[in-house]
Nanobody, 125 residues
Framework: QVQLVESGGGLVQPGGALRLSCAAS????????RGWSRQVPGKMRERVAA???????VIADSLKGRFTVSGDYTEHTMYLQMNMLRPEDTAVYYC???????????????????WGPGTQVTVRS
């Protein structure tokens, strides 16, 4: 079973930047879909960004221009670069992998997806 671990979260001032990393314990080469979601306590989980091996990438409309997703399929890692952070970006951020980009982006309740435990990102002065 795939185990994912996020890192890089923390406290940052508004306007600052953070880079989150996600590492897999075993090969996830077969997991074509990779991405990030976030959740604020009491609210529904929100899709952030995702990408596929062929380079196809999707980012939530509200985050375009500030967030970038990337990854290395040979090293089983992925990253979320977050710039110009705002207080409303405060959340627990989760990395997720799945068999396809579509499954990951459109069916996040699917049992075919594997999730990390999450890392807290707090944006405040």
């Amino acid at each position: 079973q795939v185990q994912l671990v996020e890192s890089g979260g923390g406290l940052v001032q508004p306007g600052g930047a953070l880079r989150l990393s996600c590492a897999a314990s075993v090969s996830i080469f077969s997991m074509n879909g990779r991405g990030w979601s976030r959740q604020v306590p009491g609210k529904m989980r929100e899709r952030v960004a995702a990408f596929a091996r062929d380079g196809t990438a999707v980012i939530a409309d509200s985050l375009k221009g500030r967030f970038t997703v990337s990854g290395d399929y040979t090293e089983h890692t992925m990253y979320l670069q977050m710039n110009m952070l705002r207080p409303e970006d405060t959340a627990v951020y989760y990395c997720v992998v799945g068999p396809t980009l579509s499954a990951l982006w459109y069916d996040q309740a699917s049992a075919l997806l594997s999730w990390g435990p999450g890392t807290q990102v707090t944006v405040r002065s």
